[in-house]
């Protein structure tokens, strides 16, 4: 019998395993028979999937879009917060045991596939793990909140071959689909820059004057901070991810929170690789509530030959061309400038500007790309096919470091210099250091795939 047959259940839990230079606190991972045979599994055969949190974003998004697959069945939920753990253990009818440990169901045989809809802060610690547990994952955005974590992420994706969808899910979207196919069709000319930007206006109050407080009972607080650093427990930051939004060390702020979403569009229309400059600046101007995150922050970021711009704020909400209904909303939008006119869009609309008469030929393309079946269902199919979804972690990795370099360069203030081919920080450092997590004990990122 192999040694990892032989660990009893305390082992896993408290074991420390060497990866490279570095010691890891994690359970030592045993491959999933049941995925390592995922790649011979026939149409009939069940997806046993587990979904790791289940706060508003599980309960509103993944749960009902789960539960309708007919041959996928729910078989493990968790979470730190016994109230809402014992909430998802009764919504699967019976088909699911409840966890109070993630790293217990990365150790179940009878786990295909899971589901990480944890707080940002822990997403690439148990991106990893479900990778080396041979299990495929489905992480929601963002998909990091550092440098270090993104590249980690996509090494450990790639070593073990596992089938991974990131949380964008408007990239299933028909809209996004035909913006894609204007754009390569070439008749907006070289498009040489895009403006980006998501705003809204939370006003001076910000989210309210909600004072720190013990944790409720049931939530173990010690187990939700994690790796993150350690503070007093405030009902917003796990009220929901909006308001967790505003506390920089477990979201990031804003713009990973929202930004994957929006400038997916000019990365998959553009095929962008990671910028070879990012400049951040912004900061906390405004908003006096609990929150610590900025409440303005503008990013350009530089590509080869082309430029891209991204704008958020949480104290004014104009929209410019996307203005729409009076009032103060939460706005998007996405400009792609070509030398013969302007696209703008959105989630759901599309718009062309033309540069005088440049474009009096232009046709609407033909539809080319296939209408998704879904974003949970491309995932689920390509469990079952061994092909990548439409945001893979090797799709999305690229977007990612754009994000995490832009709240390192607003951290340092000063641009941050990137090669993408290398995958490596330029000529800084310090950049370089920082682009790596401080995690609390007994957390640690894998050397291993640094």
């Known amino acids: 019998m192999a040694e990892s047959d032989r660990l009893s259940r305390r082992a896993f839990l408290g074991r420390t395993v060497g990866l490279g230079t570095a010691t890891v606190a994690m359970p030592y991972f045993v491959r999933s028979a049941a995925l390592a045979a995922a790649g011979r599994k026939g149409a009939n055969d069940r997806i046993n999937v587990a979904v790791i949190g289940t706060g508003s974003l599980a309960k509103g998004w993944h749960f009902p879009q789960l539960l309708e697959q007919q041959d996928v069945a729910i078989v493990a939920v968790c979470d730190v ?11 699967c009818e019976g088909t699911a045991k409840g966890h109070r440990d993630w790293r217990e169901v990365m150790q179940r045989d009878d786990v295909d596939a899971v589901v990480i809809v944890t707080p940002p802060h822990w997403h690439a610690l148990q991106a990893i793990a479900a990778a080396e547990a041979g299990k495929d994952f489905y992480v929601e955005k963002p998909m990091t909140l550092h440098p270090a974590e993104t590249l980690a992420v996509l090494r450990a994706v790639r070593e073990h071959n596992t089938i991974t969808q990131v949380g964008t899910q408007i990239h299933a979207g028909d809209n996004y689909r035909r913006v894609v196919e204007y754009v390569r069709s070439g008749q907006l000319g070289q498009i040489s820059s895009a403006r980006t930007f998501n705003i809204m206006n939370q006003g001076p109050e910000g989210l309210g004057d909600t004072p720190d407080s013990d944790p409720p009972a049931g939530l173990d607080w010690e187990m ?26 477990y979201s990031g702020g804003w713009t990973p929170g929202m930004a994957p979403h929006i400038i997916d569009l000019p990365y998959w229309a553009l095929g962008l690789d990671a910028p070879r400059r990012t400049t951040a600046i912004g900061g906390r101007y405004v908003i006096q509530d609990p929150g610590d995150a900025y409440d303005c922050q503008q990013v350009l970021w530089e590509y080869d030959k082309f430029a891209m711009h991204w704008n958020t704020s949480l104290v004014n909400s104009y929209g410019m061309d996307f203005q729409g209904e009076a009032g103060m909303r939460r706005r998007l939008g996405v400009y792609l400038h070509g030398v013969n006119g302007t696209l703008m869009a959105d989630y759901g609309t599309m718009r062309i500007v033309p540069e005088g008469d440049r ?47 832009a709240n390192l360069s607003m951290r340092l203030k000063r641009t941050i210099e990137f090669d993408p081919q290398a995958l490596t920080i330029v000529g800084d450092p310090e950049a370089a250091r920082l682009a790596r997590p401080t995690y609390r004990d007994p957390w640690k990122l894998p050397e291993k795939y640094l």
């Open 81 to 91: 917060w016994q109230e809402r753990l014992d909430e998802a253990v009764k919504r």
């Open 224 to 249: 939700w901070v994690g790796p993150a650093v350690m503070r007093r427990f405030n009902p917003l930051i796990t009220h929901d991810a909006y308001t967790h939004s505003s506390f920089m060390a």
């Open 359 to 405: 474009m009096k030929d232009a046709q609407t393309p033909p539809e080319s790309i296939p209408a998704s079946k879904g974003h949970h269902r491309e995932w689920l199919d390509c469990i079952r096919s061994r092909e990548q979804a439409t945001c893979h972690v090797g799709y999305h990795y690229k977007l990612d470091l754009a994000l995490t370099l």
